[in-house]
């Protein structure tokens, strides 16, 4: 996936090293860097960006008051030297907030945010029409709705799908099969013997999932993939 970006900062330092940045970012496209977001309106309406960079501080018009504004599809990221808009800055729904002078090393961490937020968002949407899969269970082919399911627990040859409403369904089932036909991260694996419903955990507790009395382990292999999509959904 390539993201289209712009930069909108008034120091043409700061613009021209984040700009160096993006040019070194395979998943980035630079579209325009502007000095103003006054200068950045007209070109942004007619063609739209996925994520801009944006500074906070800039005559006329405010990173703030600018955010406001764009589509709620446009991702922002603001890079500024003063610490105490932060707060500001998530209330607009920012996706990261980067201080001056910034470091590749953060430049990366926060546009592989976006990169995951619109990886997300294309698989909700190319999954939202079926929502169903048919499970074979003792010669029978059970219709189980995607949203009904909790976890899924590998047993040797076998699958257990555990179920919102108690039911759980035995299917003799490869889990790797199982997990490459799911939606992802929706369903996400977290153990050689379990694929959980990600929108459907109660807690987490000491790195495990919750589900009722239910904990299920999050392996080595799968620590840091899980670890990714906490933290995108982690309020601060």
Same mark, same amino acid.
């Given at each position: =996936?390539?993201?289209?970006?712009?930069?909108?900062?008034?120091?043409?330092?700061?613009?021209?090293?984040?700009?160096?940045? !993006?040019?070194?970012?395979?998943?980035?496209?630079?579209?325009?860097?502007?000095?103003?977001?006054?200068?950045?309106?007209?070109?942004?309406?007619? $063609?739209?960006?996925?994520?801009?960079?944006? @500074?906070?501080?800039?005559?006329?018009?405010?990173?703030?008051?600018?955010?406001?504004?764009?589509?709620?599809?446009?991702?922002?990221?603001?890079?500024?030297?003063?610490?105490?808009?932060?707060?500001?800055?998530?209330?607009?729904?920012?996706? @990261?907030?980067?201080?001056?002078?910034?470091?590749? @090393?953060?430049?990366?961490?926060?546009?592989?945010?976006?990169?995951?937020?619109?990886?997300?968002?294309?698989?909700?949407?190319? #999954?939202?029409?079926?929502?169903?899969?048919? !499970?074979?269970?003792?010669?029978?082919?059970?219709?189980?709705?995607?949203?009904?399911?909790?976890?899924?627990?590998?047993?040797?040859?076998?699958?257990?799908?555990?179920?919102?409403?108690?039911?759980?369904?035995?299917?003799?089932?490869?889990?790797?099969?199982?997990?490459?036909?799911?939606?992802?991260?929706?369903?996400?694996? $977290?153990?050689?013997?379990?694929?959980?419903?990600?929108?459907?955990?109660?807690?987490?507790?000491?790195?495990?999932?919750?589900?009722?009395?239910?904990?299920?382990?999050?392996?080595?292999? #799968?620590?840091?993939?899980?670890?990714?999509?906490?933290?995108?959904?982690? =309020? =601060?």
């Amino acid at each position: =996936m390539i993201l289209k970006c712009a930069i909108i900062d008034d120091e043409p330092l700061a613009a021209e090293l984040i700009s160096s940045y !993006v040019k070194k970012t395979p998943f980035l496209k630079l579209t325009g860097v502007y000095n103003s977001a006054s200068m950045a309106i007209k070109d942004l309406r007619e $063609t739209p960006v996925d994520l801009i960079f944006l @500074d906070i501080q800039m005559p006329e018009l405010s990173g703030i008051e600018f955010a406001k504004i764009l589509p709620k599809e446009t991702r922002i990221i603001f890079v500024t030297a003063f610490n105490q808009y932060a707060i500001d800055g998530y209330k607009v729904d920012a996706m @990261d907030y980067l201080l001056k002078p910034v470091s590749y @090393d953060d430049f990366l961490n926060a546009a592989k945010k976006v990169l995951y937020w619109f990886t997300i968002k294309s698989k909700q949407e190319k #999954y939202k029409q079926d929502r169903f899969i048919f !499970v074979k269970s003792d010669y029978k082919l059970i219709h189980v709705e995607l949203d009904d399911i909790l976890y899924i627990e590998g047993l040797k040859d076998y699958v257990r799908i555990y179920l919102e409403n108690g039911t759980k369904i035995m299917s003799l089932m490869n889990m790797k099969n199982l997990e490459d036909n799911l939606p992802k991260p929706e369903f996400m694996r $977290t153990h050689r013997s379990y694929i959980v419903h990600m929108t459907k955990i109660n807690m987490v507790d000491r790195f495990r999932l919750v589900f009722g009395e239910t904990y299920i382990p999050i392996s080595d292999s #799968y620590k840091d993939e899980v670890q990714s999509y906490l933290d995108t959904h982690t =309020m =601060m």
